[in-house]
């Protein structure tokens, strides 16, 4: 599936949009998120501070 998948996107990638699988699929924002990931710096510092006392 993941060769399968990886051609396609690589022929979406040079020019043809209709090898694009989910040209047709509707993405849903999901509730409640809004603007960039603001928790993504504190989940760093949190595996940071594992790797530290590890």
Same mark, same amino acid.
């Given at each position: 599936?993941? +060769?399968?998948? %990886? ?6 990638m040079? %020019? +043809?949009? +209709?090898?694009?699988?989910?040209? !047709? &699929?509707? /993405?849903?924002? =999901?509730?409640?998120?809004? %603007?960039?990931?603001? /928790? &993504?710096? /504190?989940? %760093?510092?949190?595996?940071? /501070?594992? !790797? &530290? =006392?590890?």
């Open positions: 599936m993941a +060769t399968h998948m %990886g051609k396609q996107m690589a022929e979406y040079n %020019g +043809t949009p +209709t090898a694009n699988p989910w040209r !047709d &699929l509707p /993405f849903r924002r =999901i509730p409640g998120h809004f %603007g960039p990931p603001w /928790f &993504l710096p /504190f989940a %760093g510092a949190y595996y940071k /501070f594992k !790797d &530290l =006392i590890k």
